[in-house]
Every structure is written in C-alpha cells, then in structure tokens.
C-alpha cells in the first residue's frame, strides 16, 4: 500500500483539485484509493460529498476530527476504518465502468484547526527524554493508524490532503507518508515556499528519528518527495506563459524533482466539478479543451505511477 502526502505551504495552489482528480483516475484503472482529507478547509470532502449530506451524517462523529479528538482526549485511538465513507456519486460511475476500482474517504472538518492545541498538550514530560516520548507517540499516531489499516483493507493508496501549514496534523500526515506531492502554482509566492517545505521535512525526519532511537521500537522515516506538479498553468503556442516558465526553471534550480506534465488552468472546467461530486477526468468530454485537460490529467498520473 502506497502512502502519499500530499501539501504545499501555499493555499489556493490547486492541491485539492490534483488529489481528487489522482484519486480518481487510479481508480479508474482499477485501484482501491482511501482519501484522508486532514485541511480544516474541507475542500477534498465536499468534492465527494454534498455539505448538506456531511452536516447531517458525518460531521458528528464520522470525520478525522473525531479520530483525533479521541488522541486529544487521552484515549486509545480507534481504527481509521471507523471512519471511513464511501461517496455515492463517485463510486456509482466506477461500479459502472466494472474496472474494480474504488474511492473511500475519510472526511474533515471545520474544527480540525483547534486539534492543534489539543494535542499540544500532551507534548509536555516530566523530563527531555519523557518529552522526546511523548513527542513520537503523538507525532506517530497516524502512521500507527494507517499502518494498522494496511493489514485489514485491500487499499492499494492512501493519499492525503494536507493543509497548507507544518502543525502537528500535517506532521502526523508526514511521518506516516511514503511519499510526498507538491502541487504548486508557479509564481513567486508558491515557489517561495517549496524550498522552505523542503527543509521543514528534511528537519522533522531528522528530529523524529533522533527521538525514535531513544524509544527503540520506533522505526525511522524517511518520506520521499516525489515531486513538484505545477498547476494553474497559462497555455500559450503550446507552453506556459514566459513568466510562469521562470518559477517552473526556478523551482528546478532548488534541485527538486519536477513533473513534465502540468494541470492547466481552466477555471469553468475545475471549478464546476465539485458541485456534480465528480472530478474531471470522470467527466463525459464538454468540448475539445476538456479532452486536453482530461489528457493532460492522465499523462500526470502515468508520470505518477512510473515514480511509485
């Protein structure tokens, strides 16, 4: 089972529409994908599920909120797999197209953003070495959870949307992670912080891995980054805009590897998906500018597949 992260410190960079839209292609070509949308914005779950239906049936106990309220709350994690949904619109077309493919979700929440101080709580210790402990068992929990998952379900990724901060929610996301995406506009701005986000997970692993031989039953992490996909992209003659291509040969320059293929921007086009709960590439072709960002879409997870 795949693991990826997916995050950029920037908002507004297109992260949710790559993580649905990926999501959604692999399980096109018959993969069973668990989406985990830890943004306190909720963006990826009302991509899937209507707001109305999330207020009614989930927001009360059925969110990652509700998972790590428990933490906070000093109890014994429960499983993940008590929280997750299965999207009807969604799944309704890949049961359809009997490829065998699935998406299941684990919904957020608005409330996610106070689970920070909750949890930062219990970083405290009578002593450096307890609070080094304390710092892996809660910096942990995730990757415990999704690994626990990993031996009871048949999920072949788990993808994870991370909001566009380093709090300990997106370190909890980080840790348990394989892999890492980084979808990112190319202006001044979003490249800015792709460095930064660099370095930050380059110190959390060391940080946690230090603390971890103190524990010694801890494994190490060592996420991988497996790239930067630019998105929001300005097409002319057949290329981005000169002024996006400077930041793309920038972020190059960081020595962070990069995605030949981009997500153009199309705000009609993306911006109408969320509303029919179904992502793009599923949607029947409108015109011939959505079969190229269809294309498009499928040449990125071609890329993906080839770096997992």
């Not at 499983?79 to 049961?95: A, E, M, Q, S, W």
């Amino acid at each position: 089972m795949e693991i990826i992260a997916v995050i950029n410190y920037k908002g507004g960079v297109g992260k949710t529409t790559v993580t649905a839209n990926l999501a959604a292609e692999l399980a096109y070509r018959g993969k069973k994908v668990l989406l985990i949308d830890t943004d306190a914005q909720a963006s990826l779950t009302f991509s899937f599920v209507t707001p109305d239906k999330w207020d009614t049936d989930y927001k009360t106990s059925l969110t990652i909120k509700s998972w790590f309220d428990a933490i906070g709350e000093g109890k014994e994690s429960p499983p993940l797999t008590d929280f997750v949904i299965t999207p009807t619109n969604v799944n309704n077309f890949l049961t359809s197209q009997k490829r065998g493919g699935r998406i299941d979700l684990i919904c957020s929440h608005l409330g996610l953003i106070n689970v920070d101080l909750e949890l930062a709580t219990l970083l405290g210790g009578v002593n450096l070495q307890q609070a080094k402990r304390n710092y892996i068992k809660v910096h942990g929990k995730l990757r415990e959870a999704i690994a626990s998952l990993a031996n009871s379900t048949d999920y072949d990724i788990v993808l994870m949307d991370c909001p566009p901060n380093f709090n300990i929610v997106t370190k909890n996301a980080i840790v348990a992670s394989e892999k890492i995406l980084i979808p990112a506009k190319p202006d001044f701005l979003s490249t800015l912080g792709i460095d930064y986000l660099h370095r930050s997970v380059n110190e959390l692993v060391k940080e946690f891995n230090e603390y971890a031989e103190l524990d010694g039953e801890t494994k190490n992490i060592s996420p991988k980054i497996l790239g930067v996909i630019f998105t929001m992209i300005q097409i002319t003659s057949g290329q981005p805009i000169s002024a996006q291509r400077q930041f793309i040969a920038q972020t190059k320059r960081l020595g962070v590897a990069t995605f030949t293929t981009n997500f153009r921007e199309n705000k009609t086009i993306f911006a109408d998906a969320p509303q029919n709960l179904m992502p793009v590439v599923l949607n029947h072709y409108s015109n011939s500018t959505h079969s190229e960002v269809v294309n498009e879409i499928e040449s990125f997870v071609d890329e993906f597949e080839s770096l997992l």
